[in-house]
């Protein structure tokens, strides 16, 4: 009340054109039980029409239908931060059995391939040995990626995405990655398409490097028959953007929303299941948004998929100081 009544007061004076001056006034204590949420106080400025003990019994009911809509409100809050809680940990429930699930799968594989590998009764030829192998590698690959995800998507979380910028070379960065995707993938063809002279950008390498290495293994895992993969830039006057196109699947117009939120997983229109834990595509974005840029996604089922994102060419002015 005592910061209240000072507020109130200007307003009525200004509605009534002078200061107000309370001829006599009435107070109810608004509690529920052993809560107290306040007092109503209702005050007359007319002599001809005082409060008398009489009034009190109505100010009173006042005050309780106050009491009780407070207190309503307060249980429907706690009921709504219940249910929330509820359905936040039903969802870490459900993620988590999703990422046992996808980490499952690799550690099976080099399990099963190693064992057989050990076998004493059975005598494999190299190029079979070697196809093991291969396979383990590969397996090593996939549950690399979803560790590496999910330890960049708790950093984030407790935001500890820190970037140090410096002068960044885009097609350099763009060529190390490509050539790194492209030893462990001989079906796709990875092309990198820079024009000479582009821009340097201020960027963290390192944060930048893992955008191009999440959205290039997500175009290799969605195009399971192979193909090109181009990664382009363009320089613009404020700032450049850098697209990598497949010729996958595709993403069908429902899934085009949904695709940068964490853990939500394409649906796959045929073919095998494929690894992950739907995390590569939120990292990248809350990276290029701290570096001041935006991602977006183009796509039409069975015609492929391009994801882009910008960065600005300067820093702001805020980054700058």
Not at 268 to 290: D, F, N, Q
Request: glycine residues 6%; proline residues 6%; aromatic residues 6%.
């Amino acid at each position: 009340m005592a910061d209240l009544r000072p507020f109130n007061r200007r307003i009525l004076t200004r509605a009534i054109g002078a200061a107000p001056t309370p001829r006599s006034a009435v107070a109810a204590p608004i509690t529920v039980g052993d809560l107290r949420y306040g007092v109503l106080i209702l005050e007359s400025l007319h002599a001809a029409t005082p409060f008398t003990p009489a009034s009190l019994p109505f100010v009173q009911s006042l005050a309780d239908l106050l009491a009780l809509a407070i207190d309503r409100e307060r249980w429907v809050q706690r009921a709504d931060a219940v249910r929330e809680a509820r359905r936040a940990e039903r969802t870490r429930s459900e993620v988590l059995a999703t990422l046992s699930h996808e980490l499952r799968m690799p550690l099976s594989t080099i399990k099963g391939y190693a064992t057989a590998l050990l076998l004493e009764e059975l005598s494999w030829t190299d190029a079979k040995q070697r196809e093991f192998l291969q396979l383990i590698e590969v397996a090593c690959d996939d549950m690399e990626v979803m560790v590496r995800d999910i330890l960049d998507s708790s950093l984030i979380d407790v935001d500890q995405l820190r970037l140090e910028r410096r002068p960044v070379a885009l097609p350099a960065l763009a060529h190390e990655v490509a050539d790194e995707l492209q030893l462990r993938s001989r079906r796709h063809r990875l092309m990198v398409d820079f024009s000479p002279g582009f821009p340097v950008v201020p960027a963290d390498p390192h944060w930048i490097r893992q955008v191009l290495r999440n959205i290039l293994d997500n175009a290799v895992k969605y195009s399971p028959e192979g193909g090109l993969i181009v990664v382009r830039g363009e320089a613009r006057r404020a700032d450049v953007v850098v697209s990598i196109a497949d010729q996958g699947v595709g993403i069908s117009s429902e899934d085009l929303i949904p695709l940068f939120e964490r853990y939500f997983r394409v649906r796959s229109i045929s073919g095998p299941h494929v690894p992950g834990t739907g995390l590569g595509l939120p990292i990248a974005r809350a990276i290029v948004e701290a570096h001041g840029g935006r991602i977006w996604v183009e796509s039409q089922i069975g015609e492929g998929t391009t994801i882009l994102f910008s960065l600005p060419r300067s820093l702001s002015q805020e980054e700058a100081a």
